[in-house]
T-cell receptor, first 118, second 114 residues
Framework: AQKITQTQPGMFVQEKEAVTLDCTYD???????LFWYKQPSSGEMIFLIYQGSYDEQNATEGRYSLNFQKARKSANLVISASQLGDSAMYFCAMREGPRNTGFQKLVFGTGTRLLVSP | EAQVTQNPRYLITVTGKKLTVTCSQN?????MSWYRQDPGLGLRQIYYSMNVEVTDKGDVPEGYKVSRKEKRNFPLILESPSPNQTSLYFCASSPGLAETDTQYFGPGTRLTVL
């Protein structure tokens, strides 16, 4: 079974509008971390935002916020006021593995390609 | 500048010719990892290392080897590359093992095996 599911292969948004990229996850661990990365056409992976499973507040980083709904196991990325430079692939990822055992894996979804139009 | 570097960035090789992709980080990170990225599959972990001389397999280790003789370096070795190893490879590092520790990625190495 997929650990991270991103159901939107592609999304379109107009400049200055907000967009939500969906991510659902599956884990039996009580402690886990959720991440979003951006991959522009140049190929590098850029860390955007992190949410811990015990964090009560939704994470925010500038124009990025994470809509974390633990009971639904979803961690959607919200980008406010989209800019042309936001056009990229976006990956949701989860770190899982029992704490302090030394095992640590980052599991990725298949990504969502976002296109921002003028 | 804190960074993860990979070399080479692009490589075209032929089946069976041994190659090494180097990875180095200057942040004194404990944890390092290798991923491959293929269309429609996202990123999948190949190997990881929790510290010097401590390495373990990820999800797709077949056909790869790694070593961690120094904290800063984590090379990926393909002893006998095959066309199915054509992919985009990323090295990543993080400070430690807490779930809060963000992994920082290198710029990627695009490998083509003919």
């Amino acid at each position: 079974a997929q650990k991270i599911t991103q159901t939107q292969p592609g999304m379109f948004v107009q400049e200055k509008e907000a967009v939500t990229l969906d991510c659902t996850y599956d884990t039996s661990d009580q402690s886990y971390g959720l991440f979003w990365y951006k991959q522009p056409s140049s190929g590098e992976m850029i860390f955007l935002i992190y949410q811990g499973s015990y964090d009560e507040q939704n994470a925010t980083e500038g124009r990025y916020s994470l809509n974390f709904q633990k009971a639904r196991k979803s961690a959607n990325l919200v980008i406010s006021a989209s800019q042309l430079g936001d056009s990229a692939m976006y990956f949701c990822a989860m770190r899982e593995g029992p704490r302090n055992t030394g095992f640590q894996k980052l599991v990725f979804g298949t990504g969502t390609r976002l296109l921002v139009s003028p | 500048e804190a960074q993860v570097t990979q070399n080479p960035r692009y490589l075209i090789t032929v089946t069976g010719k041994k190659l090494t992709v180097t990875c180095s980080q200057n942040m004194n990170h404990e944890y390092m990892s290798w991923y491959r990225q293929d269309p429609g599959l996202g990123l999948r972990q190949i190997y990881y290392s929790m510290n010097v001389e401590v390495t373990d397999k990820g999800d797709v280790p077949e056909g790869y080897k790694v070593s961690r003789k120094e904290k800063r370096n984590f090379p990926l070795i393909l002893e006998s590359p095959s066309p199915n190893q054509t992919s985009l490879y990323f090295c990543a590092s993080s400070p430690g093992l807490a779930e809060t520790d963000t992994q920082y990625f290198g710029p990627g190495t695009r490998l083509t095996v003919l």
